[in-house]
């Protein structure tokens, strides 16, 4: 059995198929280009069994993910975060089987190390040299560390308001690092004339390379697995360029398809922020596509994404799954963050706080019922964004002292 079998690209819109050892962008059709294996090898040759004993990190899938040779993994030890169950907020949601996948617990604390890891591995086995982003931080953060371990160059766009340690961890990373005044479609731009301007850059923008989507699949495969090979009911996700719900729905798609699983999907569902949520709009107007969301603004930085190249990508597996897409007020997550750190001793960033909010949005509508075992997905650690909790703790002199409980009005223990 070969380390990888990778078979061929192709295209979800077109249907043409492209050569998968090739440095690839998107089809000519201008669709992203999914990676297509040999499941029924990898059926023949491989069990859940096999997978257990290996190392706990995402490349004891390696079978299906795009990287041919074992030497050319670049990792920094990422995959295989905790499936948390909750269940304290869970009972005060109403959803008693409440789990979180913890991806604050990754290489630069967000999933985006996932895409980083299998992304760079495959453009360094390929033969890339450079490579050019543009980021609402995170990805920018990730692709940069792993930019260095690979000993690629980097170039990365981001917004000038997207979480400022992720501009730390481009520069130190030895990132050519640039901020745009604008949103990350602006930062986009810069970097295509960019990449054409200059010669060995690869341009691996969200889904403007087909590798970065099978690294976010791992979340799908880790979920199954963790389960013991079963689904759960509903998967929650905060979508904003979309690579991680899209990533997850094909991950349990070949699941399926390899026989480690079997029964009805999860329902997918989209959670956007309300101050940019194209997704949600187009799901609610039964659409295939989504419409530009104009003046895009929420403290869930990582979801500002006005409008995504594989918007119709995620429709599909929303409208496939039997999900929905919903959108949430910065107050409320922000709420809601503060809630999953005090109930459950989790501090996560608000993007994975936007999926606490539709789980109480959805249960309140009836769309979610009790018996629903719902996985929800942290994307990042709370510790990018400190701005998110203000704090002002009372400060004492050192000659001071700790006021007694009586005098914050609670009886003395
Ligand atoms: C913390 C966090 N969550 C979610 C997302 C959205 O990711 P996706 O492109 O998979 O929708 C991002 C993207 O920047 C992010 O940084
Ligand atoms: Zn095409």
Redesign the pocket.
């Known amino acids: 059995m070969p380390f990888c079998a990778l078979s061929h690209l192709d295209c979800p819109r077109c249907g043409a198929r492209h050569d998968a050892d090739q440095v690839q962008g998107t089809c000519s059709c201008g669709s992203p280009l999914l990676a297509r294996y040999d499941l029924r090898l990898v059926a023949s040759q491989v069990s859940p069994g096999d997978i257990a004993g290996r190392p706990a990190d995402l490349w004891r899938y390696h079978e299906l993910l795009p990287v041919r040779e074992p030497g050319h993994v670049v990792s920094l030890g990422e995959g295989m975060t905790p499936l948390l169950a909750l269940p304290r907020l869970g009972r005060a949601l109403g959803v008693p089987s409440l789990l979180m996948k913890d991806e604050g617990l990754i290489p630069t604390g967000?999933?985006?190390a996932r895409g980083a890891a299998v992304g760079v591995s495959r453009a360094a086995e390929l033969g890339v040299s450079a490579i050019a982003m543009p980021?609402?931080?995170?990805?920018g953060a990730a692709w940069s560390v792993y930019a260095a371990r690979a000993g690629m160059r980097s170039l990365i766009v981001m917004p000038a308001a997207a979480p400022a340690v992720t501009r730390a961890e481009c520069a130190a990373a030895g990132a050519e690092l640039y901020l745009v005044d604008g949103l990350i479609g602006d930062a986009g731009r810069l970097v295509a004339e960019a990449v054409a301007r200059r010669r060995g850059y690869q341009d691996v923008s969200?889904l403007k390379e087909p590798y970065r989507i099978e690294g976010?699949k791992t979340m799908g495969l880790e979920i199954a697995k963790q389960l013991g090979w079963r689904l759960p009911g509903v998967i929650m996700?905060?979508?904003?360029?979309?690579?991680?719900?899209i990533g997850i729905y094909k991950a349990l798609r070949e699941l399926l398809e390899l026989g480690w699983v079997s029964g009805d999907l999860p329902r997918l569902v989209a959670v956007q922020s309300a101050g940019c949520a194209p997704i949600v709009t187009a799901f609610q107007a039964g659409a295939a596509e989504s419409e530009p969301w104009p003046d895009a603004a929420t403290v869930a930085?990582?979801?500002t994404?006005p409008k995504a190249l594989g918007d119709f990508l995620i429709l599909q597996a929303l409208y496939a799954t039997g999900g929905t897409a919903v959108a949430v007020t910065d107050e409320a997550l922000l709420a809601d963050q503060r809630a999953v750190a005090r109930l459950e001793g989790c501090f996560i960033?608000p993007?994975?706080a936007a999926c606490i909010t539709a789980v109480r949005q959805l249960c309140g509508s009836g769309w979610l019922s009790g018996s629903d075992e719902v996985v929800v997905l942290n994307?990042?650690t709370g510790l990018i964004y400190p701005d998110t909790v203000p704090t002002r703790p009372p400060v004492l002199s050192p000659s001071g002292a700790v006021p007694a409980l009586r005098d914050r009005g609670q009886p003395e223990g």
Do not use: L, R, S
Not at 135 to 139: D, E, F, Y
Not at 239 to 245: A, D, N, W
């Open positions: 967000t999933f985006k980021t609402n931080g995170n990805a969200t976010k996700y905060p979508t904003g360029g979309g690579v991680g719900i930085f990582g979801i994404v960033c993007e994975g994307t990042g």
